[in-house]
């Protein structure tokens, strides 16, 4: 027995003394990995070899780097990357082509081993022909709507052809923007391109118009060692044909789900057998069944794009049988412009935008609460109903010299399928004018120029237009702003994308050069914007 308990305190001496435990103490290391050597070497040239290697300081570990490893020009080489202790071995299939310069561009693909420290501005240039070719294009991309820079959008570089499609084809030179939107394509042939951005989302480097931006040149460009920057500001133009995709019948309502955002949407029912109806979303177009709807009812529907395709179908409206003896509603919901809770002006139009049609509104039971005392009835003030008589606008004057109050007892608002509003109050702070800033400025441009005139907010949400110069934006609430100009070229009154394939660029749009920080009782003058002519040819 006693050799028993002798043997089993050895073993479990010997298990604690071969237990790994990470060592304490000592400064963390935050020191990259170096490049020692690379075969072939930085800049060689004449190389004919499959194989490349990078040597280190340290132990190493590749981190995804068939994505993030860069190699322009565009090749169809396959290769492995192996991970060999300080070093990595990257073993092509084929030979490269001839009398060609490449860049390889690793990012953050190779990191040290015991901390991740990825390896910083790597990269390797070589030539299978006797010279390097030294042109560069450069440059920055932003988005043209937010004017923000984009992070790690593809910029290409085709070659000059009959025809380039960027959905097929890959650029031949190409790299990708920092944090900054800045980038720089180097160590390139000295010859014209075509030069083009996207935002590459799935990294496959071909554009994809349905959810992915793109900017491009309307002519060539020039690549040699003194190229000038280029902004290249990315829009969104989803070219796809419109569609109705699927449709989602309930019970209670009967959603048509289109493919994409529609710009306009009309209804007609050809048989006199009519529902209530809205567009609840840009995709998503609801008839409602009020209790007693017809079996089936046709819908005669056409949808237009922003790009001003249609789609026209006729859609029989088929509710779901209903279960139970009751009904079993979504409930009736309502949101205000503005938001609740934010600054209303003394002299205001309001909305009430609510989830369904309203059926029935008793405007003399619903009521405007100016501060503690005085109350008007909703019925005393000037309203109006939009098409789908689910948004009432309302336009009045306030009494209140601090706060106001929207009372709505239960009952007062009646959806087209018989439900009600729950009882609802909804406050607002009343700003007096001294409360407010004023923007002011002019447009210079041509006569016949036509533009738009926009103040936006911090989230890129417009918050006034104007049409015409000089223009005067009146009772803002302080805060930052940005200022813009579109210059509406078809004079429709909105801005418009433009079209790749038809080689048609997106209507101009002109940013303030700094934010505006708009403060209480200020007039902020002067801000001038000069539209250059070409923009508006």
Not at 197 to 222: G, T, V
Not at 512 to 532: G, L
Request: proline share 7%.
């Amino acid at each position: 027995m006693k050799h028993y308990w002798l043997c089993l305190l050895s073993i479990l001496l010997l298990a604690r003394c071969a237990q790994q435990v990470a060592p304490t103490g000592g400064k963390k290391d935050v020191t990259p990995p170096e490049l020692i050597s690379a075969t072939p070497p930085n800049k060689t040239l004449n190389f004919n070899g499959q194989d490349i290697e990078l040597f280190f300081n340290e132990y190493v570990i590749l981190d995804n780097i068939q994505q993030k490893l860069i190699i322009t020009p565009e090749t169809d080489n396959p290769y492995t990357a192996k991970q060999k202790g300080r070093s990595v071995l990257l073993s092509f299939r084929k030979e490269f082509q001839d009398s060609t310069t490449y860049t390889f561009n690793f990012g953050d693909g190779i990191k040290d081993f015991s901390e991740r420290n990825p390896v910083q501005n790597l990269k390797l240039v070589f030539s299978t022909g006797p010279t390097i070719d030294s042109a560069r294009v450069y440059g920055t991309v932003t988005d043209l709507r937010s004017n923000q820079p984009i992070f790690d959008a593809l910029v290409g570089l085709y070659q000059i052809q009959d025809t380039i499609n960027p959905e097929k084809k890959k650029p031949y030179y190409f790299s990708r923007t920092d944090s900054s939107g800045v980038f720089a394509i180097e160590n390139i042939q000295a010859a014209p391109y075509r030069l083009i951005a996207i935002d590459d989302k799935n990294r496959n480097q071909l554009y994809n118009p349905k959810d992915e931006r793109i900017a491009f040149l309307d002519s060539a460009i020039q690549a040699g060692t003194d190229s000038v920057g280029y902004n290249l500001q990315l829009y969104l133009s989803d070219v796809t044909p419109p569609r109705i995709q699927r449709t989602l019948p309930k019970v209670n309502d009967y959603t048509v789900v289109f493919n994409k955002g529609m710009d306009s949407i009309s209804v007609r029912f050809p048989n006199a057998d009519s529902l209530p109806y809205l567009v609840s979303s840009p995709t998503d177009l609801k008839f409602f069944n009020p209790g007693n709807a017809p079996d089936t009812p046709l819908a005669y529907i056409v949808g237009v794009d922003s790009l001003g395709q249609t789609v026209e179908q006729e859609q029989k409206i088929t509710f779901l049988a209903q279960r139970g003896k009751e009904r079993q509603l979504e409930p009736l919901t309502l949101r205000t412009s503005p938001d609740r809770n934010q600054p209303l002006a003394r002299d205001f139009n309001y909305s009430f935008i609510f989830s369904k049609p309203v059926a029935t509104l008793k405007a003399e039971e619903i009521q405007l609460q100016n501060d503690t005392l005085v109350k008007k009835p909703l019925a005393d003030f000037e309203r109006n109903w939009n098409f789908y008589h689910n948004e009432l606008t309302v336009t009045g004057r306030a009494t209140a010299r601090d706060t106001i109050k929207w009372i709505i007892p239960a009952g007062a608002v009646i959806s087209v399928e018989g439900d009600s509003l729950p009882p609802t109050l909804i406050k607002h702070p009343v700003l007096k004018n001294e409360d407010y800033g004023i923007v002011r400025g002019k447009v210079n441009a041509d006569s016949a120029a036509h533009f738009i005139v926009e103040l936006v907010n911090k989230e890129s949400k417009v918050i006034r237009r104007a049409y015409s110069s000089p223009y005067s934006f009146e009772r803002i609430p302080p805060g930052e702003y940005r200022l813009r100009v579109v210059v509406d070229k078809n004079n429709n009154r909105r801005w418009d994308a433009g079209i790749y394939k038809e080689g048609k660029q997106p209507e101009p749009i002109y940013y303030f050069p700094s934010p505006i920080t708009v403060k209480s009782n200020f007039e902020f003058d002067d801000n001038d914007f000069t539209i250059p002519s070409k923009s508006t040819d």
